[in-house]
């Protein structure tokens, strides 16, 4: 009898996420590594970007919704993942959220002068979604969404979910994603994405009029 062999895991330094690089400057950026027994991420953020990205998970549909993220958020993204997708997509998909989190997270730093909430409505031909973002430091998700397929391109859909619950939990974010009707898988992932990296921009971005005070009567956040 002859044994299937699986492919070998990249081995690590160091099992768990570092800052390997935070706040650069005016701008606000960071850049988070992450290895596990199950992935290996490397990531560098910029709030303040052009939309510019270079991404590789190993899964083509994530690579593009990721893209999107990227670009209609206003967001430079470099992303590199290697994962266990022998076994599953799953440890990938929801890793990467934890990481993008976390860049955000960091990015942010204390959060002074941000608008902190954002919003957004997104339609992709017959396809409609909506985000809530809410950079509270307090992790919550709110996703309410029936895909008509299982699967979208090379991307389990159920997944969807697992990435943005890494995103929100590492981010200390609350989010509430909401898909409002699509007849194509493939809109309403994107419809998704793309509502949430607008809304994140907005919650993101400055207010020029408020940049020396704390978005919240707590003084923290």
């Known amino acids: 009898m002859s044994l299937v062999k699986r492919p070998a895991k990249t081995k690590s330094a160091a099992i768990g996420s570092r800052v390997i690089k935070q706040r650069s400057g005016k701008l606000r950026?960071?850049?988070?590594?992450?290895?596990?027994?199950?992935?290996?991420?490397?990531?560098?953020?910029?709030?303040?970007?052009?939309?510019?990205?270079?991404?590789?998970?190993?899964?083509?549909?994530?690579?593009?919704?990721?893209?999107?993220?990227?670009?209609?958020?206003?967001?430079?993204l470099d992303l590199q993942a290697t994962g266990d997708l022998d076994i599953d997509q799953h440890h990938t998909v929801e890793d990467v959220g934890i990481v993008l989190g976390e860049c955000v997270r960091e990015a942010l730093g204390d959060k002074r002068g941000i608008n902190r909430a954002?919003?957004?409505?997104?339609?992709?031909?017959?396809?409609?979604?909506?985000?809530?973002?809410?950079?509270?430091?307090?992790?919550?998700?709110?996703?309410?969404?029936?895909?008509?397929?299982?699967?979208?391109?090379?991307?389990?859909?159920?997944?969807?979910?697992?990435?943005?619950?890494?995103?929100?939990?590492?981010?200390?974010?609350?989010?509430?994603?909401?898909l409002l009707g699509a007849r194509s898988t493939h809109h309403a992932v994107e419809a998704i994405f793309k509502t949430f990296a607008r809304a994140l921009k907005m919650a993101a971005s400055m207010d020029e009029r408020l940049k020396s005070e704390m978005p919240s009567t707590k003084g923290l956040l």
Request: proline share 3%.
């Open 118 to 178: 954002g919003y957004f409505i997104m339609p992709l031909d017959e396809a409609l979604a909506v985000a809530a973002v809410d950079l509270s430091g307090r992790p919550y998700l709110g996703f309410n969404a029936k895909f008509p397929q299982r699967v979208v391109g090379d991307l389990q859909t159920e997944l969807v979910e697992d990435f943005f619950g890494g995103f929100a939990n590492q981010a200390r974010a609350n989010v509430h994603l909401k």
């Open 29 to 76: 950026d960071a850049m988070i590594e992450r290895n596990t027994t199950e992935t290996q991420i490397r990531a560098h953020l910029t709030i303040e970007g052009k939309g510019r990205y270079q991404i590789s998970t190993g899964i083509r549909f994530f690579d593009h919704m990721l893209e999107l993220f990227a670009r209609h958020g206003g967001f430079d």
